[in-house]
């Protein structure tokens, strides 16, 4: 020992000539380099110490629990109680909360199973303690707790579960237990720049505030409270009827400057479902404050169907309205002073013109802009153009009247469907359109207003055909195939007029049809008709296009109906054929098979059909009925094609279609921009003429036509050309 003390003399006194300082020199405990050396003053140097051993029984009186009993007496076990979270100025929610602290043992590590943590209300004193458990990270104690719902601040702190133990230093928190208050509105609408006049009616007669649905609108989502999160915000806008509700992208939506927080999330209204003509949307939104306390509130968005409605003067509709390539619908008007209209799809009349008592079309031709005519067929007899019946055609984009082409008779109106053809006769150099109708007096007519000379403008012959008023017909190359008072007759244009089809022999049906079709393949024609002597009913026939052999007829009863008109969907890769049956009381709507003229199914007490459905993308039936529940009231119903179950109605403010008119059927075009153009949402508008004289657009959920079906709507096709090599499907 004294050799070690004298070599530790040495060393200092070499240390101190040579004007060093030893590395491990001390003048107290701290200046050593850790807890494990002490300073031996004398020397002035560190050297490491072993504590002393424990001997509980050597001590007395008995140490505290949370000291240890060694050789040399109670000694600390513990050097610091430190807290770990949360973290001192913390804003916590009104959820359960972890705190945690440390217990550190340096020499006599023995942790007691649990701390205590010890809260009170700052302002208000102790609020209790909670039990904190040791975990398996030695010394570290946790615990679970629970703040009252109320904001307020707290003090937090550790302390060893025996009197005298340590204690970690205090933090205070701040409780935010309240969610921000949330108000979500509706913001008032675009003011529209189109003005009509008094015959259009932009607003739903029922509900005149709703909202359509083909527009977008705005929710406003605001909060004055300011420790929202900027990213918390949730939106979802449920529909009416089943389907996914929608959720906004982010770029729908923007922040604004109404609240501290505050979003204006656009809604495009023709998401959701709507299982009815109108309905209330209901948007709900919610926002967190940033310990995560949630607030929401919600808005109604009421939202129509209803696009406008025109009224076009004490008249009626008895034509099916046909539809321009930039979504101009043209119509006429009946009785002696009738019109014919264009008006835009927005609402608004692009021209008119008097023409006189429309019996036929309108029907729009091939081409767009200077390209595409309308044609119509008049009574002109009370009109300024004098001419007792006529067939004229008028450019679809200004209204002028097409070429000088004498297209007029004296025996007979053109009552029978118009069908767009091109043909090349005699020394033409190429088809040129043309425009045929069958009129009373069995007179074949066409009109051939552009590239034509001479005679070839205007052909009519006397062809021994007859037909009612409405007769569909089918056009294919120069063949025209037409529904006539017993049967189904074809002719074909060439040479320099008209002449029976040499291979078609009139199928043996003996009813009047009315309605024409082609089937799935194009080999078949379907036509539908009625008579009603001996006894009221009606059938449907099916045979081929090329010789009018294979006819089969259905029903094989007679039924208290008619059938006026169809179309032809399909279904599992084979044709069906809609069609109303109707009587002066009520009426049903049924599916058959073409492939074998089996009813595949019906719904009964649909509506007295007049007319024929149209199909539209997506398996959607509709109709427009000559009755309905209020005297003058029609209904337009929007029907599954599948099962032929209603998915909407419109029954309190729209007029009834003409109760004899089978070519009054609605037409149907695909949503159109503010420039005609064809917009890409499945969205529709539905034209539904009605005997009051009013056009009347609805909003529907099929853009535009079924493209699949051979046979979509009465004359094949939204312009009305009967003519399979029209186009269906939207731009």
């Known amino acids: 020992m004294l050799r070690n003390l004298l070599g530790a003399g040495v060393l200092l006194a070499l240390g101190a000539l040579a004007g060093c300082k030893p590395q491990n020199a001390c003048s107290k405990d701290s200046d050593c380099a850790s807890a494990a050396l002490k300073c031996d003053t004398e020397v002035g140097l560190c050297y490491g110490v072993t504590p002393p051993e424990e001997k509980p029984e050597t001590c007395s009186p008995a140490c505290a629990p949370y000291q240890a009993c060694t050789v040399t007496g109670c000694k600390d076990r513990y050097s610091e109680l430190s807290w770990l979270r949360p973290a001192g100025g913390a804003t916590l929610d009104a959820g359960t909360t972890e705190l945690a602290a440390r217990l550190v043992a340096d020499q006599y590590k023995q942790y007691p199973e649990q701390l205590e943590f010890v809260v009170e209300r700052v302002g208000a004193g102790a609020v209790g303690t909670v039990e904190g458990v040791l975990g398996d990270d030695a010394g570290t104690y ?23 133990g340590p204690r970690s230093t205090p933090v205070t928190v701040r409780v935010n237990a309240v969610a921000p208050t949330v108000t979500v509105e509706l913001l008032p609408g675009v003011a529209s720049s189109i003005d009509g006049g008094t015959a259009f009616t932009y607003a739903d007669p029922v509900a005149p505030t709703a909202r359509r649905r083909d527009e977008t609108a705005v929710v406003r989502i605001r909060s004055d409270a300011t420790d929202v999160a ?3 915000l949730r939106v979802s806008v449920r529909g009416v009827g089943a389907g996914a509700e929608f959720s906004p992208a982010a770029a729908q939506v923007a922040p604004c400057a109404a609240a501290a927080f505050c979003r204006d999330v656009t809604v495009p209204l023709w998401v959701p479902p709507l299982a009815d003509f109108r309905g209330a949307f209901t948007a709900t939104a919610t926002v967190a404050d940033t310990v995560g306390n949630v607030g929401g509130a919600e808005a109604s968005i009421p939202v129509t169907r209803w696009r406008w409605s025109f009224a076009a003067g004490t008249t009626e509709i008895r034509t099916s309205p046909a539809i321009g390539s930039g979504g101009v619908v043209f119509f006429g008007t009946s009785r002696d002073k009738g019109n014919l209209f264009a008006v835009r799809p927005e609402g608004s009349v692009l021209w008119s013109h008097e023409l006189g008592n429309i ?71 190429s088809p040129l359109e043309t425009v045929a109708g069958l009129a009373d007096g069995d007179a074949l007519m066409a009109v051939r207003p552009r590239g034509a000379s001479g005679s070839a403008q205007c052909i009519k012959t006397i062809s021994g055909a007859s037909t009612s008023l409405g007769g569909g017909s089918v056009a294919m190359d120069a063949d025209l195939y037409l529904g006539t008072a017993v049967s189904v007759a074809a002719y074909r244009l060439g040479g320099t007029g008209w002449a029976s089809t040499p291979s078609f022999s009139s199928p043996s049906i003996g009813f009047t049809m009315t309605g024409l079709a082609l089937g799935k393949d194009a080999t078949q024609l379907v036509s ?21 052999s294979g006819v089969q007829p259905y029903p094989s009863t007679p039924e ?11 279904e599992a890769g084979a044709g069906v054929a809609y069609f109303g049956r109707s009587n002066s009381d009520t009426g049903a709507l049924s599916a058959v098979s073409v492939t074998d003229l089996r009813e595949l199914r019906s719904a009964p007490n649909a509506g007295r059909f007049p007319n024929a ?28 094609a ?29 949503a159109r921009t503010s420039t005609g153009a ?24 099929s853009r535009g036509l079924d493209s699949t079906a051979p046979w979509p709507r009465p004359q094949h096709d939204a312009r009305n050309s009967g003519n399979p090599a029209m186009p269906v499907s939207c731009p």
């Open 142 to 164: 946790t615990a679970r707790w629970s703040p009252p719902a109320e904001d307020a601040e707290y003090r937090l702190s550790a302390a060893y579960p025996a009197d005298g």
């Open 678 to 701: 064809a917009r890409p949402e499945s969205l529709g508008t539905l034209y539904v003429p009605g005997a009051n004289g009013t056009l009347y657009a609805l909003i529907v959920d």
């Open 230 to 232: 900027a990213d918390s």
């Open 642 to 670: 599948a099962s032929l179950t209603r998915l909407w109605s419109l029954s309190d403010s729209v007029g009834r279609v003409i109760a004899d008119a089978p070519s009054g059927s609605p037409a149907l075009d695909c």
């Open 613 to 640: 459905p149209v199909l539209g993308e997506g398996g959607v039936l509709y109709t427009a009925s000559a009755t309905g529940a209020q005297p003058g009231v029609g209904e337009v119903t929007a029907w599954s």
């Open 359 to 429: 019996t036929s079309g309108p029907l729009v031709g091939a081409g767009t802009g200077p390209g595409e005519l309308v044609y119509v067929a008049a009574d002109t007899s009370q009109s300024s153009l004098k001419v007792k019946w006529g067939l004229f055609a008028y450019s679809a984009a200004d209204g002028a009247a097409g070429p000088s082409v004498k297209c007029a008779d004296s025996t007979g109106r053109i009552n029978g469907a118009l069908a767009w053809m091109q043909v090349k006769l005699g020394a033409e150099s």
């Open 528 to 548: 539908v008709g009625s008579r009603v002597t001996p006894a009221t009913e009606a059938t449907l026939a099916r045979f081929q296009v090329t010789d009018g």
């Open 560 to 570: 208290a109906s008619q059938i006026q008109s169809l179309v032809v969907g399909t």
